[in-house]
């Protein structure tokens, strides 16, 4: 398994929620904010501001067929992007309750 694929995998499992981003993206702050209006303690992170960003981009993309950011998880289980996650707004505090993120 590649070194990104590993990262990608070790932040999925360590984190009850985890959102793969880029710090410009407004899709990726609409998630962020989403997630902090519902008291998640998730973990971000920028993949514009690590080195290897990119190849944990291409990682993520071997791993869930999604490319784009923001790449969610919760609870181990892949969400999708910002839209999935705010189309799941009515489940959402159950599942983050579910991933003890509350």
Do not use: W
Not at 10 to 15: A, V
Not at 25 to 43: D, V
């Amino acid at each position: 398994m590649s070194a990104a694929k590993t990262k990608a995998q070790g932040i999925i499992d360590d984190n009850a929620v985890a959102v793969f981003s880029k710090s410009y993206c407004p899709y990726c702050k609409a998630t962020k904010s989403l997630l902090s209006e519902m008291g998640a303690k998730f973990y971000a992170i920028e993949l514009d501001q690590v080195d290897d960003g990119a190849a944990i981009q291409d990682a993520l993309q071997d791993m869930t067929g999604q490319r784009s950011v923001p790449n969610i998880f919760i609870a181990k289980k892949h969400i999708g992007g910002n839209s999935d996650l705010q189309g799941k707004k009515g489940e959402l505090p159950k599942m983050l309750q579910a991933a003890k993120a509350v």
